[in-house]
């Protein structure tokens, strides 16, 4: 079974988005990718309280310092495309009013034919949390929770209704609703985690640190589904975090997909053999405009495909 392939959006400082995000995510469609994929970071904090992904003393990127809204992203990609499915990887739940991020998710399904991805995290940056969070940074799983509960409501039939710990509905008509059924997707770091995905979501979003630790965890959570009863595939998208570099790089300490085009295939090639439905690319960080990140999405899903994903 091929491997469904999909990109990452333009949406860092180097960019300018109103032109790019189009222009990428055209030029990205008619060479074959299937998905678009936007991220979510607010702010850069300064100085940072925390490293990134909250490891001490690891530096956040300079690209950073500016982040198109995910959302804002896709519906300019939305405009520019037809048949690409637009994905969050991820949207950082307790950042956002959960009634209001259900209504805009379905609005873009709606205005997009029904090709919109919703994956959902908790993040880790507590500056984010400060300055934009619904709830404390520890009531996180609480909240991802919620919003998915707003989000099954407010998708679902009228009249809707919901009484949660953030949100209430009295029972209202809420539209538009999404085209067709809109997938949820979540991250699965641990056992409470994998249980909230085999409970709660279509699909798992990782983010890869290598091919053999990724089918580990691949396992574990097909275990868990066993175990709880589900019976409903588990669709699974890779996200996969590039640093590019001209010449293949040959330190010992290479981490995945960091290096040559021929070297993140080789990458897409081992991580494409446990068995995943899609990987997605993300080449926009090191890229410095936009014809060149189209050039190099061009590259890799050329080399990509011949090699067999």
Same mark, same amino acid.
Not at 260 to 288: C, K
């Given at each position: 079974?091929?491997?469904?392939?999909?990109? +990452?959006?333009?949406?860092? &400082?180097?960019?300018?988005?109103?032109?790019?995000?189009?222009?990428?995510?055209?030029? =990205?469609?008619?060479?074959?990718?299937? *998905?678009?994929?936007?991220?979510?970071?607010?702010?850069?904090?300064?100085?940072?309280?925390?490293?990134?992904?909250?490891?001490?003393?690891?530096?956040?990127?300079?690209?950073?310092?500016?982040?198109?809204?995910?959302?804002?992203?896709?519906?300019?990609? @939305? +405009?520019?495309?037809?048949?690409?499915?637009?994905?969050?990887?991820?949207?950082?739940?307790?950042?956002?009013?959960?009634?209001?991020?259900?209504?805009?998710?379905? *609005?873009?399904?709606?205005?997009?034919?029904?090709?919109?991805?919703?994956?959902?995290?908790?993040?880790?940056? #507590?500056?984010?949390?400060?300055?934009?969070?619904?709830?404390?940074?520890?009531?996180?799983?609480?909240?991802?929770?919620?919003?998915?509960?707003?989000?099954? @409501?407010?998708?679902?039939?009228?009249?809707?209704?919901? &009484?949660?710990?953030?949100?209430?509905?009295?029972?209202?008509?809420?539209?538009? &609703?999404?085209?067709?059924?809109?997938?949820?997707?979540?991250?699965?770091?641990?056992?409470?985690?994998?249980?909230?995905?085999?409970?709660?979501?279509?699909?798992?979003?990782?983010?890869?640190?290598?091919?053999?630790?990724? @089918?580990?965890?691949?396992? =574990?959570?097909?275990?868990?589904?066993?175990?709880?009863?589900?019976?409903?595939?588990?669709?699974?998208?890779?996200?996969?975090?590039?640093? #590019?570099?001209?010449?293949?790089?040959?330190?010992?300490?290479?981490?995945?997909?960091?290096?040559?085009?021929?070297?993140?295939?080789?990458?897409?090639? @081992? #991580?494409?053999?446990?068995?995943?439905?899609?990987?997605?690319?993300?080449?926009?960080?090191?890229?410095?405009?936009?014809?060149?990140?189209?050039?190099?999405?061009?590259?890799?899903?050329?080399?990509?495909?011949? =090699?067999?994903?």
């Amino acid at each position: 079974m091929t491997t469904r392939l999909g990109l +990452g959006l333009p949406q860092m &400082k180097q960019y300018a988005i109103g032109r790019d995000i189009p222009q990428v995510a055209r030029a =990205a469609e008619e060479i074959g990718y299937e *998905s678009l994929w936007v991220f979510e970071r607010v702010l850069f904090p300064e100085p940072a309280t925390q490293g990134l992904y909250g490891v001490p003393g690891l530096p956040w990127p300079d690209q950073y310092r500016s982040v198109a809204d995910p959302l804002v992203s896709l519906t300019l990609a @939305a +405009g520019a495309t037809s048949r690409a499915r637009l994905g969050t990887s991820v949207l950082v739940a307790p950042l956002h009013i959960p009634f209001q991020l259900a209504r805009a998710l379905a *609005s873009l399904d709606a205005a997009s034919g029904g090709r919109v991805v919703a994956g959902f995290g908790t993040g880790w940056s #507590h500056d984010e949390y400060a300055a934009a969070s619904v709830a404390p940074f520890e009531q996180r799983g609480r909240v991802l929770d919620e919003l998915i509960d707003v989000c099954r @409501a407010v998708w679902g039939p009228d009249p809707v209704s919901y &009484k949660g710990e953030l949100t209430t509905i009295a029972p209202a008509e809420v539209g538009p &609703k999404p085209a067709g059924p809109l997938p949820i997707l979540l991250a699965a770091g641990g056992p409470k985690a994998r249980r909230r995905l085999v409970d709660r979501a279509e699909g798992w979003m990782p983010v890869s640190a290598g091919a053999e630790p990724l @089918a580990r965890e691949w396992a =574990a959570l097909r275990e868990t589904a066993e175990e709880r009863g589900r019976t409903t595939p588990i669709r699974s998208v890779l996200r996969a975090n590039t640093e #590019h570099t001209r010449e293949p790089y040959t330190g010992e300490d290479r981490r995945p997909f960091q290096g040559s085009v021929d070297q993140i295939v080789e990458d897409l090639v @081992a #991580h494409a053999a446990i068995g995943l439905d899609e990987i997605f690319v993300d080449l926009q960080g090191r890229a410095a405009d936009a014809a060149e990140l189209t050039d190099l999405a061009a590259e890799v899903y050329e080399k990509a495909r011949a =090699a067999g994903v």
